[in-house]
């Protein structure tokens, strides 16, 4: 069993950055994939970004290439999400979830532990 924590959310201007963190329970999260989703108010929850457990495959949505950058800190037992030159569009609660094996890393489906979520909100 696993759970996860993020936090780092919060309100931001268009153009800064931003660092989210999810924190992960358990002394196996080196063997987890963890992913990055967002849902932006009054749409589906979209996959954003994922990374293997040895932090050596490391996946993105083409929507938001080049801005995004996931890492992860496994004598932490942490996983980080920066995003950098925020837009308004990036407004949505991002999600945290983690699995052992994920066949197809940039789905949902493949993933069965998920935190609460932190809302970013980016103002124009």
């Known amino acids: 069993q696993v759970q996860l924590v993020e936090s780092g959310g919060g309100l931001v201007q268009a153009g800064g950055s931003l660092g989210l963190s999810c924190l992960a329970s358990g002394r196996t999260f080196s063997t987890y994939y963890v992913a990055w989703f967002r849902q932006a108010p009054g749409k589906e929850r979209y996959f954003v970004t994922a990374i293997s457990g040895n932090g050596k495959n490391v996946y993105y949505a083409d929507s938001v290439k080049g801005r995004l950058t996931i890492s992860r800190d496994n004598g932490k037992n942490t996983a980080y999400l920066r995003i950098d030159n925020l837009k308004p569009e990036d407004t949505a609660v991002y999600y945290c979830?983690?699995?052992?094996?994920?066949?197809?890393?940039?789905?949902?489906?493949?993933?069965?532990?998920w935190g609460q979520g932190t809302q970013v909100t980016v103002s124009s």
């Open positions: 979830a983690a699995a052992r094996t994920a066949l197809r890393p940039m789905s949902q489906s493949s993933y069965n532990y």
